[in-house]
């Protein structure tokens, strides 16, 4: 039987079960970061919405404090490849809000192209943006993780990498990069009692992403590979950080949570264009 044809729009938690709690979203001016920050903001969190794009930030900004009563977000433009940008849209979020609890490492990078034409400078690029990046969020929101005394970090990142993707050796090096990296987190911050998780996405319709590396004319092809016989909703990954922003997931942490209905990821590009 396939995937229901229904999209979930209610939460199994508490509608307050955020409240006290501010979340700092990379990559939240659009796409899967915006639905995560605009369901921290439905459970009651106060969240920064981080991305290059000033314009898209506070069109999306607007939107959230539109379409949910009482949303508190904070738009801030900010390269996660410069240090110093995050470390004040870090400053800015503790400044207006206090503190950050959770921190969502969602900016990254994309496109389609073989290794052997790959220039140096694209495949830099992706790792600057995906991996750097992600250090670089983690470092600059530190010293406030710290003092939350219970903190959560969940990095944004694929099944690209978990059996090979072809065409996409940049985004697997560096999204494999971001699993290590959190592992290691994990063993380090225990201490502090902040859990570091990862949110591994498989094909999620109605992205950038999705659009980048795939055509609707190949989704039934797509959709036969995979198990659960449908594409994921942004509304799947939404949930899915909610839960490891919450207590539930108190004792959960060095965890990969994967949502991708058991999709084969070596098959999908390569066949794409193969055929």
């Given amino acids: 039987m396939p995937i229901s044809a229904t999209v979930p729009t ?18 939240g001016g659009s796409g899967i970061c915006k639905g995560i920050a605009e369901s921290y903001l439905r459970h009651g969190a106060k969240v920064t919405i981080v ?6 930030l506070e ?28 470390e004040a849209a870090a400053k800015a979020t503790a400044d207006k809000f206090g503190r950050i609890d959770i921190l969502i490492c969602g900016a990254a990078g994309n496109f389609l192209a073989p290794a052997e034409s790959l220039s140096y400078r694209a495949f830099r690029t992706v790792i600057e943006i995906d991996l750097i990046g992600t250090f670089n969020t983690i470092k600059a929101c530190f010293p406030y993780l710290k003092r939350s005394g219970a903190a959560s970090v969940i990095g944004i990142s694929a099944s ?64 036969a590979r995979i198990p659960l016989r449908g594409l994921g909703e942004i509304v799947d990954i939404e949930h899915a950080c909610l839960y490891l922003a919450t207590d539930a997931a108190r004792y959960v942490t060095g965890a990969t949570l994967v949502v991708d209905g058991e999709w084969l990821s070596g098959v999908y590009v390569s066949c794409r264009v193969l055929q």
């Fill in 10 to 27: 209610n939460s199994i938690f508490r509608d307050d079960i955020l409240k006290g709690k501010v979340a700092f979203v990379t990559g």
């Fill in 51 to 56: 991305s290059r794009s000033k314009d898209r």
């Fill in 59 to 86: 069109a999306a900004a607007a939107e959230m404090k539109k379409n949910i009563p009482g949303a508190q977000v904070l738009a801030v433009a900010a390269d996660v490849r410069d240090p110093q940008q995050l």
């Fill in 160 to 223: 690209l990498h978990y059996k090979g993707t072809a065409l996409q050796i940049h985004p697997v090096a560096a999204k494999a990069g971001i699993d290590a990296m959190f592992k290691t987190l994990a063993n380090e911050w225990g201490a502090y009692n902040i859990r570091c998780n990862i949110v591994s996405p498989g094909p999620i319709q109605n992205t950038e992403g999705m659009d980048r590396l795939s055509n609707k004319a190949y989704h039934d092809q797509l959709i």
